[in-house]
């Protein structure tokens, strides 16, 4: 199978890393939603070997993740689940949380769906990483990100670019407090959340 590559994952799996390692430095795994090509599962796995990194995204993308595995040879890899955040979850609970550039492509229905799912999953003290671009206060934060989101609209008038307040309101009813706001190259971010330990 020739695997597909994705030219953005390659450009930001490097700087998502240097976030991601001091943060999961103590975590024992990591589920993924929305792994796509699973480029960034087979880096970060390889870069943190001490992780269990659980892939999952929508049927349509097992084959591909699971294909890039089985080359990768690593162990901490896992086989892909299938998540479909319209599905029941086929995760019990996480430790921790990590998703690039999904909420954006996703309806806002969809993205209230993803948040209740963590909500209902993930264990308290757990990490919640999002990266991708976002809006402050209704407003692009570049030229770029407004072109990106004219583009998105036009593939799909249920895609956009979220606004960051609408994030941390959501993220807030679940139980979820922002423990970081880091800028990232390209104008993206990577917000991460926190669920307290009760």
Known sequence: MSLP????????????????????EKAVSV?????????????????????HWQPTDRAEHLAVIEARRQASGLSNYFPPLELDVNSDWPI?????????NTLHIMSWKEVEKLF?????????????CLYGPF???????SESNAR?????????PNSAIRDFEAI??????????????IAMPANNRCLVFKKPVR
């Open 168 to 181: 941390e309101r959501l993220a807030g009813r679940v139980g979820l407090s922002l423990l970081q706001d």
């Open 135 to 141: 809006n402050y206060q209704g407003q692009y934060s």
């Open 116 to 128: 209740a799912g963590i909500g209902r999953v993930l264990l308290d003290g757990g990490l919640v």
């Open 31 to 51: 589920v993924e939603i929305g792994s796509g090509t699973g480029q960034h599962a087979e880096f970060f796995a390889s870069s943190m070997p001490a992780i």
């Open 148 to 156: 990106f989101d004219e583009w998105l609209k036009q593939q799909d």
């Open 5 to 24: 590559f994705s030219e953005a994952c390659e450009k930001n799996k490097q700087p998502i890393l240097e976030v991601i390692r001091p943060l999961f």
């Open 92 to 100: 019990q609970q996480a430790d921790n949380i990590f998703t690039a």
